[in-house]
């Protein structure tokens, strides 16, 4: 224990100047989270954005350089020939690291639920989970640490790192994309890397074998990006499912319904050459409400020519032949696909077509819905808070428009719903797990406990209904057949004919 506090004193004399700007960051993020009012709520999103990059990377080098005094790579540490051992330095830097990094958060935390009315006692486990995210963040850059032997090092395998995260993840992303929070490639690449670092981070500091925790250090990257990039969609989305709560529900079913009418997005019908194949889903629970996502799809025509649609990372996905399934309150209205390219439409137009397919079908128990009024706060399911603010525009005809703004520390309780009406027309719009899909900035806001979601609505509403957040009740994987379609019956959008045929 003497050791241990000595190591301490020394450590925290060396890196103090350190210390305070990633406490001041902290806080200063903290103070952004508190203070944040909804009429500046795009301004709020750039700032959190910026900060969610700058604090890691403080959080990494403050790490790196309380490793670093104390190398465990070479053979001339001052520790090694002391009778000090690996125990009193292995406890003495994780207090340290506990202490400047995860405390602070756990602190600066609660003190934002407290601040924005939520009850720090009684979301524990969130900020356990936050906790826990934060330790998968800190075992990656303790472990890149140990096995280097100065700051230079450390620097040039950290731009290495960031760099190959940047590429293979969608999550800095700031753009529009599908929802993909079934997709668990980032959850499992994250599970391998904290299994990996842990293993060498004991390496290091019990016996430092240099090169074989170099080379499971390598592994384990080549591991987490191969997950990420190659493990199939099919894989994920079974994972999820054997993952999802547990129920005596009936198996859903997917069949074409060729007298149901058709309702195709008009962005959709933009497209090139678009087709909505009239579907319904049988087997659902009574005022069951479901979100569908198209995991896979292959065509196959009459001379036994296949197509399979590939899913690229939002990064270099272009949208071309990207099969869509348009998703419905209670029931998939139809399967859409868009064809991008005139010559994969060409082979299957005529003649007689099997389309195969696999969906996820996320179900949720549906709860109430509650009228927002301007300008009052309404607590929602205990773990949700909204308000609708009145946004002036001065010389603009009904220039009143409205703000909606909702936040939670329960960020995957499922979607809000908001149902607005404009001179007596419904107008629907979609806010997934607070956090609006049509904001400038949306983002995956891992380190806030109050996540939030805005969206500014049209001018002249009426009213504006919003719908609780669901809890989901089970997931299911539907796979369908389809044979003998001829795809210009259920032609919607675009030409038949390739471009530029005459």
Same mark, same amino acid.
């Given at each position: ?12 004399? %060396? ?5 305070? $700007? ?34 890691? !990377? ?69 900020? !356990? ?38 590429? !293979? ?44 925790? %170099? ?29 999802? $709560?547990?129920?005596?529900? %009936? ?34 629970? $009574? ?67 099997? !389309? ?31 308000? %609708?603010? $009145? ?112």
């Amino acid at each position: 224990m003497r050791l241990t506090l000595q190591i301490l004193r020394k450590d925290f004399e %060396r890196v103090w100047w350190m210390i305070l $700007p990633a406490l001041g960051l902290v806080w200063y993020w903290a103070y952004l989270q508190v203070a944040r009012i909804p009429s500046d709520g795009i301004t709020m999103q750039s700032q959190n954005y910026g900060l969610n990059l700058a604090l890691p !990377l403080a959080w990494c080098l403050l790490i790196a350089r309380i490793i670093l005094y104390d190398p465990l790579t070479g053979d001339r540490q001052f520790w090694v020939a002391l009778p000090c051992g690996w125990r009193p330095l292995m406890a003495a830097k994780t207090i340290m690291i506990a202490a400047s990094v995860q405390i602070p958060y756990f602190i600066a935390t609660a003190v934002i639920l407290f601040a924005r009315g939520f009850n720090p006692c009684a979301h524990v486990p969130h900020l !356990l989970w936050k906790q826990l995210l934060l330790l998968f963040l800190i075992l990656p850059a303790l472990a890149a640490a140990t096995l280097g032997r100065s700051m230079s090092q450390y620097l040039v395998l950290s731009i290495f790192v960031a760099s190959g995260v940047v590429l !293979l993840s969608n999550r800095l992303r700031m753009s529009l994309a599908e929802d993909t929070s079934w997709d668990i490639r980032w959850s499992l690449s994250l599970i391998v890397l904290g299994i990996g670092s842990v293993a060498v981070i004991i390496l290091q500091f019990v016996r430092r074998y240099g090169l074989p925790s %170099r080379s499971l250090g390598v592994m384990t990257a080549l591991a987490a990006a191969a997950i990420y990039m190659y493990l199939p969609r099919d894989t994920s989305a079974a994972i999820y499912v054997a993952l999802s $709560p547990l129920g005596t529900y %009936r198996q859903p079913y997917l069949r074409l319904a060729p007298s149901e009418p058709v309702s195709v997005p008009r962005f959709v019908l933009s497209q090139r050459t678009v087709i909505a194949i009239p579907t319904v889903i049988d087997g659902l629970q $009574p005022g069951a409400d479901a979100r569908y996502d198209q995991i896979s799809l292959e065509l196959r025509n009459a001379h036994g020519e296949s197509y399979r649609v590939e899913w690229l990372p939002t990064s270099q996905n272009t949208g071309e032949n990207r099969p869509v399934a348009q998703t419905g309150a209670v029931n998939l209205t139809a399967q859409v696909i868009r064809f991008y390219d005139p010559s994969v439409w060409e082979r299957f137009r005529s003649g007689p077509v099997t !389309l195969r397919g696999r969906i996820l079908a996320r179900f949720y128990r549906p709860l109430e819905s509650l009228r927002l009024e301007p300008g009052q706060q309404h607590n929602i399911s205990n773990t949700v808070r909204c308000s %609708r603010e $009145p946004i002036h525009f001065p010389g603009v005809v009904d220039s009143t428009m409205t703000w909606l703004d909702c936040e939670s520390p329960e960020v995957v309780i499922g979607d809000v719903v908001v149902r607005s009406l404009i001179g007596g027309r419904a107008n629907y719009s979609f806010i997934h797990g607070v956090h609006s899909l049509t904001t400038v900035f949306p983002q995956d806001p891992w380190l806030s406990p109050v996540p939030f979601g805005m969206q500014g609505l049209s001018f002249g509403l009426t009213s504006v209904t919003i719908v609780t957040p669901r809890t989901l009740s089970h997931a299911a994987l539907i796979d369908y057949t389809f044979p003998g379609l001829d795809l210009n019956q259920y032609l919607v959008g675009g030409s038949a004919r390739p471009e530029g045929s005459k």
